[in-house]
């Protein structure tokens, strides 16, 4: 909701892709309840009403008010529904978005109604003509919504689970903003949850998890919110989609777009100046570009170069400041930048949607996202907001250098190329070992991560956040399997989650890291849970759900030559009859643990 009483422009958008909208209604679909916050315009320096006559940046409205958008709130509709629509703004100078959030959540059909009547009443008061009469109503409106604002609606029994702001950007820079929420009472406010968002080109989804805000302030209602841009102008037009306090399933994260590479370009970008211009030494990378890649690097980011350069004259730079092995597959030749982007993603076999491409030059930008649409690029001088779009770094500990990761299966690749025999023998020869533990603190937060990432070898699509998987870890009806493995070629860590119900003698979830794809570790690993854990005198059997993802998943099942049965709502039951074992593929020694 917002301020339709003051702003009733609706517009149309020829910068709003329609690729877009599959995403933006299944989000509508997955949601169970929405606080329905009335966001206005407001001044990060307001001193109201005194501003108003001192302030050389007050731009009075038709209430009297301050206005500090370009063009107030622009609605671009999408949708049959009154709910189905983004505001376009752009922000002056100390311009933000807030709102109250006063606890109480809304259903679909009780919030598309409560939409439809503040549409209702603010055509009516629009129906006046602009004057005093009009500008009382307008006033009259405000305070009714900043009584009804005031009064505690939380319920126990409806507590949210995230606070969710969609946007999408069409502009090539980050945009940097603070997320403010703390208590609309100024006597309760001795806690603030302040979080840095970065918003990138295209459209996303910026999740918080309520319970990060609630351990800093303790369920105070009412709440109010704040989204204040840092570094925008006033040219830079962003689409606010849904921006509340709701209800959802975990299955919401899957629609947030995960960056997971960063291709840079060299020149005027990881360092100052083209290099044809310098002379033979060459130039020097900055030691704070340095800290933002080593950072980067930590966080479990990949990172690699598209340049148009001479890989001999570049190679000699990047090892003299020693940066040279955090790039991986780095594509430095005079081909197009986008044959490079497609060359780095079939070594790292991950999709450019998931890539983040950084380069000063806005023709190489727009050369690449002609091939690949959904790339996300950015030009080289918002480099040091990067890190900030991956969030914090993981728990020492549980960190995972995927770097490395990805070096390690380049020597296996290439072993395979090698090797004189066929691919089940190489397998055999790698002396692969797996070790099956129990869930618990040492691995939950790999756990955790596997459950969010993992999509073409998840066999169910379900992910769980912290809430679901503290549950799973009380439920002692389940066992709980986590699998780790290595071979002669290096450490692949944590690979694999899977839950077995032993009353129904059923494996009820199951999901592996893309890292151990074609590798029958699944399929070892089904067999050693049927032949040494199972009740052999029960049938045993697999839960399948399919989703758009998920066919490789379903290839391991299919290969095995399980029995199949079709369930309710196209599940998929893969089984064997009871007083049967299955035959595992033998190319790994188990050690179980737990």
Same mark, same amino acid.
């Given at each position: 909701?917002?301020?339709?009483?003051?702003?009733?422009?609706?517009?149309?958008?020829?910068?709003?892709?329609?690729?877009?909208?599959?995403?933006?209604?299944?989000?509508?679909?997955?949601?169970?309840?929405?606080?329905?916050?009335?966001?206005?315009?407001?001044?990060?320096?307001?001193?109201?009403?005194?501003?108003?006559?001192?302030?050389?940046?007050?731009?009075?409205?038709?209430?009297?008010?301050?206005?500090?958008?370009?063009?107030?709130?622009?609605?671009?509709?999408?949708?049959?529904?009154?709910?189905?629509?983004?505001?376009?703004?752009?922000?002056?100078?100390?311009?933000?978005?807030?709102?109250?959030?006063?606890?109480?959540?809304?259903?679909?059909?009780?919030?598309?109604?409560?939409?439809?009547?503040?549409?209702?009443?603010?055509?009516?008061?629009?129906?006046?003509?602009?004057?005093?009469?009009?500008?009382?109503?307008?006033?009259?409106?405000?305070?009714?919504?900043?009584?009804?604002?005031?009064?505690?609606?939380?319920?126990?029994?409806?507590?949210? %689970?995230?606070?969710?702001? /969609?946007?999408?950007?069409? #502009?090539?820079?980050?945009? =940097?903003? +603070?997320? $403010? &929420?703390?208590?609309?009472?100024?006597?309760?406010?001795?806690?603030?949850?302040?979080?840095?968002?970065?918003?990138?080109?295209?459209?996303?989804?910026?999740?918080?998890?309520?319970?990060?805000?609630?351990?800093?302030?303790?369920?105070?209602?009412?709440?109010?919110?704040?989204?204040?841009?840092?570094?925008?102008?006033?040219?830079?037009?962003?689409?606010?989609?849904?921006?509340?306090?709701?209800?959802?399933?975990?299955?919401?994260?899957?629609?947030?777009?995960?960056?997971?590479?960063?291709?840079?370009?060299?020149?005027?970008?990881?360092? %100052?100046?083209?290099?044809? /211009?310098?002379?033979?030494? #060459?130039?020097?990378?900055? =030691?704070? +570009?340095? $800290? &933002?890649?080593?950072?980067?690097?930590?966080?479990?980011?990949?990172?690699?170069?598209?340049?148009?350069?001479?890989?001999?004259?570049?190679?000699?730079?990047?090892?003299?400041?020693?940066?040279?092995?955090?790039?991986?597959?780095?594509?430095?030749?005079?081909?197009?930048?986008?044959?490079?982007?497609?060359?780095?993603?079939?070594?790292?076999?991950?999709?450019?949607?998931?890539?983040?491409?950084?380069?000063?030059?806005?023709?190489?930008?727009?050369?690449?996202?002609?091939?690949?649409?959904?790339?996300?690029?950015?030009?080289?001088?918002?480099?040091?907001?990067?890190?900030?779009?991956?969030?914090?770094?993981?728990?020492?500990?549980?960190?995972?250098?995927?770097?490395?990761?990805?070096?390690?299966?380049?020597?296996?690749?290439?072993?395979?190329?090698?090797?004189?025999?066929?691919?089940?023998?190489?397998?055999?020869?790698?002396?692969?070992?797996?070790?099956?533990?129990?869930?618990?603190?040492?691995?939950?937060?790999?756990?955790?991560?596997?459950?969010?990432?993992?999509?073409?070898?998840?066999?169910?699509?379900?992910?769980?956040?912290?809430?679901?998987?503290?549950?799973?870890?009380?439920?002692?009806?389940?066992?709980?399997?986590?699998?780790?493995?290595?071979?002669?070629?290096?450490?692949?860590?944590?690979?694999?989650?899977?839950?077995?119900?032993?009353?129904?003698?059923?494996?009820?979830?199951?999901?592996?890291?893309?890292?151990?794809?074609?590798?029958?570790?699944?399929?070892?690993?089904?067999?050693?849970?049927?032949?040494?854990?199972?009740?052999?005198?029960?049938?045993?059997?697999?839960?399948?759900?399919?989703?758009?993802?998920?066919?490789?998943?379903?290839?391991?099942?299919?290969?095995?030559?399980?029995?199949?049965?079709?369930?309710?709502?196209?599940?998929?039951?893969?089984?064997?009859?009871?007083?049967?074992?299955?035959?595992?593929?033998?190319?790994?020694?188990?050690?179980?643990?737990?």
């Amino acid at each position: 909701m917002y301020e339709s009483d003051i702003y009733d422009k609706e517009i149309t958008s020829e910068n709003f892709p329609d690729i877009m909208l599959d995403k933006i209604m299944r989000l509508r679909e997955i949601l169970s309840g929405r606080s329905l916050i009335r966001w206005s315009e407001h001044c990060t320096e307001c001193a109201y009403p005194e501003c108003y006559k001192s302030c050389s940046l007050y731009s009075p409205r038709e209430d009297g008010k301050c206005a500090r958008f370009t063009n107030g709130f622009e609605k671009l509709q999408f949708g049959k529904k009154f709910s189905d629509y983004f505001l376009k703004i752009g922000f002056k100078r100390w311009g933000k978005l807030s709102g109250v959030f006063s606890g109480e959540l809304f259903g679909g059909e009780k919030a598309e109604t409560y939409e439809y009547k503040n549409l209702k009443r603010s055509r009516f008061i629009k129906s006046f003509s602009k004057d005093v009469f009009r500008k009382q109503l307008q006033i009259g409106y405000a305070s009714y919504f900043h009584l009804n604002e005031q009064k505690n609606s939380f319920r126990e029994d409806l507590v949210p %689970d995230y606070f969710l702001t /969609e946007y999408y950007y069409p #502009g090539d820079k980050l945009i =940097d903003f +603070t997320l $403010s &929420i703390y208590p609309e009472n100024k006597k309760q406010r001795t806690a603030i949850y302040n979080k840095r968002i970065i918003f990138t080109p295209g459209y996303n989804l910026s999740i918080t998890n309520y319970s990060e805000i609630k351990n800093v302030i303790d369920k105070r209602f009412p709440l109010r919110v704040s989204l204040t841009p840092n570094n925008t102008s006033p040219e830079d037009e962003i689409y606010f989609g849904i921006m509340e306090f709701i209800k959802a399933p975990p299955d919401l994260l899957r629609l947030e777009k995960r960056l997971k590479c960063v291709v840079f370009d060299l020149d005027n970008t990881l360092w %100052d100046g083209t290099i044809v /211009e310098m002379n033979d030494e #060459g130039p020097t990378i900055s =030691d704070k +570009t340095k $800290s &933002i890649l080593k950072q980067l690097d930590d966080s479990g980011v990949l990172l690699s170069i598209a340049s148009k350069n001479s890989y001999e004259r570049i190679l000699p730079i990047l090892e003299r400041e020693k940066v040279k092995d955090y790039f991986l597959h780095p594509r430095i030749n005079w081909n197009p930048k986008s044959a490079s982007i497609k060359s780095i993603s079939e070594e790292l076999n991950l999709n450019p949607d998931s890539f983040l491409f950084v380069d000063d030059s806005e023709f190489e930008r727009k050369e690449v996202k002609n091939i690949f649409p959904a790339i996300t690029t950015i030009d080289s001088q918002y480099i040091e907001l990067i890190p900030f779009i991956f969030g914090q770094k993981e728990e020492q500990g549980t960190k995972l250098n995927r770097r490395k990761y990805y070096l390690e299966e380049k020597s296996r690749k290439d072993s395979v190329l090698s090797f004189d025999g066929d691919y089940f023998d190489f397998l055999k020869s790698c002396g692969l070992v797996v070790t099956i533990e129990d869930l618990n603190e040492n691995n939950y937060d790999r756990v955790f991560e596997l459950t969010q990432r993992t999509n073409q070898l998840n066999y169910s699509g379900n992910i769980y956040d912290k809430n679901r998987l503290d549950s799973i870890q009380n439920e002692k009806s389940l066992l709980k399997f986590v699998i780790s493995a290595y071979d002669k070629f290096g450490d692949y860590g944590i690979v694999g989650f899977i839950l077995f119900e032993s009353k129904n003698n059923t494996i009820i979830d199951m999901m592996f890291s893309c890292r151990i794809m074609g590798k029958k570790l699944e399929s070892e690993v089904i067999a050693f849970i049927r032949n040494n854990v199972s009740d052999l005198t029960k049938e045993f059997s697999i839960s399948f759900i399919p989703t758009k993802k998920n066919t490789p998943a379903k290839m391991v099942l299919d290969e095995m030559n399980l029995l199949q049965r079709t369930l309710r709502e196209g599940t998929i039951n893969y089984y064997i009859e009871k007083n049967s074992s299955l035959k595992p593929p033998e190319i790994a020694k188990i050690i179980n643990s737990g």
